[in-house]
T-cell receptor, first 111, second 114 residues
């Protein structure tokens, strides 16, 4: 298995909702990442997990809460989001920085 | 700190013509360099990467890139463009010498005319 699987592919949520994005990989990669991508822009790093521990938080607002339950799973919990948080959220994994594998993303719309 | 600059946010070529997408980097340590392609409403797919060794790197779909340390460049080329090559292309560099953080250039949208 050489893929990163993200669910759901599309999500519409209200500003008072709580939802979660999920990411899964079975390549044995020990680093996992969340990126946010706005339209016509490059992906921006949000969080890095290394060996299931949060190693990087790029000053992301607390309404985004990452979780790494085990080495294969990465979640992003969403609460009280704003319309400007609407974006494509990409998950990625890597073993040693030599190669990153990206999922196909979750298209999030906050209404 | 590492950074990446992609020259030209939009590039238009005719089908069958040479594709050249430019990428320059700045890095305080030997960089790992990547090119990714993104089709509409999809994630990023790795085209090719340079870590060490041969400076001419061949990737998927007929693309290749050459690492030129003296010019701090990693330009992407393809001899003959296909309509299916129309997409967004991102050059990226790892932000630290542990390779744990990937930083992207601004992206170049490639348009292919029939």
């Amino acid at each position: 298995d050489t893929e990163v699987t993200q669910t759901p592919k599309h999500l519409v949520m209200g500003m008072t909702n709580k939802k979660s994005l999920k990411c899964e990989q079975h390549m044995g990669h020990r680093a996992m990442y969340w990126y946010k991508q706005k339209a016509k822009k490059p992906p921006e790093l949000m969080f890095v997990y290394s060996y299931e521990k949060l190693s990087i938080n790029e000053s992301v607002p607390s309404r985004f809460s990452p979780e790494c339950p085990n080495s294969s799973l990465l979640n992003l919990h969403l609460h009280a989001l704003q319309p400007e948080d609407s974006a494509l959220y990409l998950c990625a994994s890597s073993q040693d920085g030599y190669g990153y594998t990206f999922g196909s993303g979750t298209r999030l719309t906050v209404v | 700190a590492q950074s990446v600059t992609q020259l030209g946010s939009h590039v238009s070529v005719s089908e069958g013509a040479l594709v050249l997408l430019r990428c320059n980097y700045s890095s305080s340590v030997p960089p790992y360099l990547f090119w990714y392609v993104q089709y509409p409403n999809q994630g990023l797919q790795l085209l090719l990467k340079y870590t060490t060794g041969a400076t001419l790197v061949k990737g998927i779909n007929g693309f290749e890139a050459e690492f030129k340390k003296s010019e701090t460049s990693f330009h992407l080329t393809k001899p003959s463009a296909h309509m299916s090559d129309a997409a967004e292309y991102f050059c990226a560099v790892t932000r630290d010498n542990a390779g744990n953080m990937l930083t992207f250039g601004g992206g170049t949208r490639l348009m292919v005319k029939p």
